[in-house]
């Protein structure tokens, strides 16, 4: 019986090629739409979790209120608060550092870029334990004061010609000796970067005692959450004020996938307005072909169809318009989302990987298909009401 009303399903969609497609669009907007936004920030958000799981669970990142990571101008923090958290004696090490964008000129071409300074006795120490290495050259040491350190991308996009080992550069108008070229990272920001001492930083920038942001490197054993609240209470000791914050990399990114959480509502939301109009696109093909088979389910119901019959063949065609706008879309989606991958790869973000979840597959299309039920419920509910003699007489 369920093979007989399918065939009648297909057959009508078939009959009626130009309006199916019509109202099948719709539906492929939307579930590609929804699949291709879903893919992309699931992606996002697992490359996050990935980027942090390299920096490390046992790092406490100190910075101003309102601070957002390297490049951001803020007020608040000064050597002796690096003083003050290295006397509590927790950690394998505490590192600092100072970000300015600087006019950058070498060849008498002029970029700007940022440079971001660390003490030379910890850059090697504090980029090694996030598995950031150099591919040529390397790190400068205690008393290389105008070194410079290239991110890949800096090396090899900031100017015309390739920036290489032991070429001299200016940053804001002092000359330094390039003595390494980082690995490429996979994030525009981070292979940008121009690395230098903090002293030549101190010096060409006038910033004599300002620090950005702190980075502590707990021993192993210590209890970070505890360590956390010792150098709060600490700072806010030495300071007399709370113009600060102590963030632990697991704070981080629950704050980022909180925002990420809400960009994805809200973005999926915007998306499911075109499932929306979908939806009603085959509500009104249904009623149209409630209307022009109204004969047809009269002689129907008078060879012996009962009212569930009628409701079933109905909602059969309605949610196979449903499946196979949701089988279009989900390709659909996916080849966005695979193309949204590759247009970042080539834009410098290559820890973006958008990968296939069949999970997510399977609730596009069983979700179109309950879109088509759905829309086509009422027209069915009609059709089944309709009484034989009145649709025997239907003109």
């Known amino acids: 019986m369920i093979q007989d009303y399918i065939s009648l399903a297909i057959g009508n969609l078939k009959h009626k090629r130009v309006r199916s497609l019509l109202t099948i669009i719709g539906i492929v907007i939307g579930i590609g739409a929804i699949i291709a936004l879903i893919s992309v920030s699931q992606g996002l958000e697992n490359s996050i979790k990935e980027q942090f799981e390299l920096f490390g669970k046992d790092r406490i990142l100190i910075g101003p209120k309102g601070f957002q990571g390297p490049g951001t101008v803020s007020e608040g923090l000064t050597t002796k608060d690096v003083d003050t958290i290295e006397n509590l004696g927790e950690f394998e090490y505490v590192t600092y550092f100072l970000s300015r964008t600087a006019e950058i000129e070498r060849k008498n071409q002029v970029k ?185 389910i009269g002689i129907m119901k008078a060879i012996g169809a009962k009212n569930k019959d009628i409701l079933l063949i109905f909602l059969i065609e309605s949610g196979f318009l449903g499946i196979i706008g949701g089988f279009f879309g989900v390709l659909l989606g996916l080849g966005i989302g695979k193309l949204v991958g590759v247009i970042a790869f080539q834009s410098g973000f290559q820890f973006l990987k958008i990968e296939v979840n069949f999970s997510l597959i399977i609730f596009g299309l069983i979700f179109a298909f309950f879109v088509g039920m759905i829309s086509g419920a009422i027209p069915a509910y009609q059709a089944s009401k309709l009484k034989p003699v009145d649709a025997l007489k239907y003109e």
Do not use: W
């Open 112 to 296: 700007f870029a940022l440079a971001t300074s660390y003490p030379a006795e910890d850059v090697e120490k504090a980029f090694g334990d996030i598995d950031i290495d150099v591919k040529s050259g390397r790190f400068f040491t205690k008393g290389e004061k105008f070194s410079a350190i290239l991110g890949s991308r800096a090396a090899s996009e900031l100017f015309d010609e390739d920036v290489r080992v032991r070429n001299k550069i200016k940053i804001a108008g002092s000359s330094f000796e390039v003595i390494g070229i980082l690995e490429n990272i996979g994030n525009p920001q981070d292979d940008n970067i121009i690395i230098i001492p903090i002293e030549a930083a101190r010096e060409i920038f006038n910033e004599p005692d300002k620090v950005e942001g702190i980075m502590a490197q707990v021993k192993p054993g210590v209890d970070i959450q505890e360590t956390q609240s010792r150098i709060e209470r600490a700072l806010k000791r030495a300071r007399d004020d709370e113009n600060f914050q102590v963030l632990t990399p697991t704070q981080i990114l629950e704050q980022i996938n909180q925002v990420l959480g809400v960009v994805q509502v809200v973005l999926v939301g915007i998306a499911a307005i075109s499932l929306v109009v979908g939806g009603i696109g085959i509500m009104n093909s249904m009623y149209t072909s409630v209307l022009e088979r109204t004969k047809e």
